[in-house]
């Protein structure tokens, strides 16, 4: 079974641009999750999505979004890049669905670098 | 809200020597219990997870970590270190709910020494 996977793996663009990372879940997995990771603020969640719909939601400004898919591949778009922006954005994704501890399997991340 | 503190962002251990990583969690309720590790240029990986059953959990990799309520702990200990096992660890917790919202500690870069 493939695993998480993400494209691009690297990105490199300037401030005041927005830019769109893509995460394809393990097939059959109906929940994926976006967590940041920088040196300073460490893996912070961004959001999850299950079955199209945002299920929770972290503490990040509003220029953070994203989306699922019917095939349960998700996006997330970031707009108006800063330079505190520059991380590795990881997509996790899992079987979702009801109280349980629901495994997550990490992709490789995009490491996003803004100039 | 949920915390949690790793004890230690780096710790250096000699080959054979035992690794022993800190965990200390917040909640009210137990939550659901996580150890990840990372290696350099990669994703996470899932080493165990204690989710109310045995409160001794093994892991992969000769890994295992014990809950403790009492001291809200959830330390990760592996007998013997082995090279390939320099990496980053996170101890990470998540709500009894529906969801899969998970609060990572800082982590602990685990250096080992021949």
């Known amino acids: 079974k493939a695993g998480v996977t993400q494209t691009p793996r690297y990105l490199i663009k300037t401030r005041g641009q927005q830019v769109t990372l893509s995460c394809s879940p393990i097939?059959?997995?109906?929940?994926v999750s976006w967590y940041q990771q920088t040196p300073g603020q460490g893996l912070q969640f961004l959001f999850e999505?299950?079955?199209?719909?945002?299920?929770n939601k972290g503490n990040f400004p509003g220029r953070f979004s994203g989306r699922q898919f019917s095939n349960s591949r998700s996006e997330m778009n970031v707009s108006t890049l800063e330079l505190g922006d520059s991380a590795l954005y990881l997509c996790?994704?899992?079987?979702?669905?009801?109280?349980?501890?629901?495994?997550?399997?990490f992709g490789p991340g995009t490491r996003l670098t803004v100039l | 809200a949920q915390s949690v503190t790793q004890l230690g962002s780096h710790v250096s251990v000699s080959e054979g020597a035992l690794v022993l990583l800190r965990c200390n969690y917040s909640?009210?309720?137990?939550?659901?219990l996580f150890w990840y590790v990372q290696y350099p240029n990669q994703g996470l990986q899932l080493l165990l997870k204690y989710t109310s059953a045995a409160t001794l959990v093994k892991g992969i990799n000769g890994f295992e970590a014990e809950f403790k309520k009492s001291e809200t702990s959830f330390h990760l200990t592996k007998p013997s270190a082995h090279m390939s096992d320099a990496a980053e660890y996170f101890c990470?917790?998540?709500?009894?709910?529906?969801?899969?919202?998970?609060?990572f500690g800082g982590g602990t870069r685990v250096l080992v020494k021949p």
């Open positions: 999505y299950f079955s199209e719909t945002q299920r």
């Open positions: 990470a917790v998540s709500k009894r709910a529906a969801g899969n919202k998970l609060t």
């Open positions: 996790a994704s899992s079987l979702g669905g009801g109280e349980t501890s629901n495994e997550q399997f």
């Open positions: 909640s009210s309720v137990p939550p659901y």
């Open positions: 097939s059959g997995h109906r929940s």
